[in-house]
């Protein structure tokens, strides 16, 4: 039995089956299928399309039908690529690969790929998992901002959302961007926490306090230390493998705190738990290509030591690209980057907390992520983590190149001028007792007997 084509088919790979979910942004619903049947080679992709429409669905009845399609799909290739549908035209394109009369093809689209071994029965379409991002503190104004730029990301398809006050309101306006990557949240129960952290391969704290609303440091400390000591419990039991991203005050001490939480679980993950400490590099290059005049797009300075003024440590001396830069210039730009919390605050009424650039600062770095967690290769930020980096200290923020299991590789530190080693033995008595007092918190008396190696010493 032969194919004929007819007016029906012509119209299905036209416009899309109108009984396909709902096509997202710049999306045909022919987009929606193909990225719907992505384990399906694309012959048999087709033919679904025509079988809903028909109504048929593969009954034995009309197998021979079934059959005669697979097959004109599988040698008419030209053909096929010549029927007038620009959506078709535009998602595929033919390579130069031949195998016999068949070609091989590519879906234009991000994160989905077609390729071919012997033909179309032997085709496979790789789409990587469901990616899902849970933000806990979602209801303050930096987890609000985090939210809405991390909905307009391509590589996210989950945002679920979790703070002690509801954010159903936060999510149906959310919602209602065009953009396919949905946002949900739960019924505020004790089991709302477990259901926003099921499946999630990233995990974003932004709850927390502020020095505004405390005291002292030290008070700012074990208020935020309690917060994460109730949050990381069901992070550990919902999603231990889970990238964790915290980005609450102070990021010295908490990421102990974490580390420990987590040894105590039985659970060695110090490869996928963060310090995010991206704002210093944001801040870091900004500040330079203004001082320089070139596009802040194109300048990446490394920040190593910590996450407070007197840890910040940017090295303008190994920013790429390499401009010259004289000594009082990267002292006037140090002091930019150490004080730039101070100057935002006179911005809110004292308050020491920045929202927009610290918002846009996470969600590069959730990004970042979740290219790693797609094994894009390549992808490197500074972050505060475990490390040996600088024997003295169990915990220092560095370059690392990231991958699907976390840090893939220590970038480690280059060698520093005269002004960076001094900033550098500086700050390692701070972070020592940063560390320390972190440690103390979620171990009581005693801190940990975990001790680096001696390595060559970066300032000689």
Do not use: W
């Amino acid at each position: 039995m032969s194919y004929e084509r007819n007016d029906r088919v012509e119209a299905i790979l036209e416009t899309g089956s109108p009984s396909f979910d709902g096509p997202g942004p710049m999306e045909s619903r022919l987009d929606v299928t193909l990225r719907s049947y992505g384990s399906r080679s694309l012959g048999t992709l087709l033919l679904s399309f025509v079988e809903r429409t028909n109504g048929f669905l593969g009954s034995n009845d009309h197998r021979e039908s079934r059959d005669s399609f697979v097959s004109f799909l599988s040698t008419t290739t030209d053909e096929m690529l010549s029927l007038k549908c620009r959506h078709l035209r535009r998602s595929l394109s033919i390579c130069s690969l031949r195998f016999g009369k068949e070609k091989c093809f590519n879906i234009a689209r991000p994160e989905v790929t077609v390729y071919q071994n012997r033909g179309f029965r032997g085709s496979n379409i790789s789409l990587s998992k469901s990616m899902k991002i849970s933000i806990l503190g979602a209801n303050n104004e930096t987890g609000r901002f985090l939210s809405l730029l991390l909905k307009r990301s391509s590589l996210i398809d989950e945002i679920s959302l979790y703070d002690k006050e509801s954010t159903d309101y936060l999510a149906s306006e959310l919602n209602q961007v065009d953009t396919r990557c949905k946002v949900t949240t739960y019924p505020h129960n004790k089991e709302s926490l477990t259901q926003t952290l099921q499946d999630a391969k990233v995990v974003v704290l932004v709850a927390g306090k502020n020095l505004k609303y405390e005291s002292t440091p030290t008070e700012l400390l074990e208020s935020n230390a309690e917060i994460l000591s109730d949050l990381l419990p069901n992070v550990i039991r919902s999603c231990p493998r889970a990238m964790l991203a915290i980005a609450m005050q102070p990021i010295n001490s908490l990421i102990p705190v974490a580390v420990e939480m987590y040894k105590k679980a039985g659970i060695y993950e110090y490869k996928r738990i963060f310090g995010v400490n991206t704002l210093d590099c944001v801040r870091a290059n900004s500040f330079v290509a203004k001082m320089v005049n070139i596009a802040p797009e194109c300048v990446m300075v490394p920040v190593i030591g910590g996450c407070c003024p007197y840890t910040r440590i940017p090295l303008f001396s190994q920013m790429i690209p390499r401009v010259f830069l004289s000594a009082k210039d990267m002292k006037d730009l140090t002091n930019f980057v150490r004080e730039a919390d101070e100057e935002v605050s006179k911005g809110y009424n004292g308050q020491n907390v920045s929202v927009y650039a610290s918002a846009f600062a996470i969600a590069r770095f959730c990004i970042s992520l979740c290219k790693a967690i797609r094994q894009q290769s390549g992808v490197v930020e500074c972050a505060y983590v475990r490390s040996c980096v600088i024997p003295e200290v169990t915990y220092f923020a560095s370059q690392l190149e990231l991958g699907p299991d976390g840090i893939q590789k220590y970038l480690g530190i280059q060698p520093l001028n005269d002004d960076e080693c001094k900033l550098l033995l500086d700050a390692i008595p701070v972070l020592t007792k940063a560390i320390s007092q972190g440690e103390t918190l979620a171990l009581g008396s005693k801190s940990s007997s975990e001790k680096c190696p001696i390595y060559p010493d970066v300032c000689h």
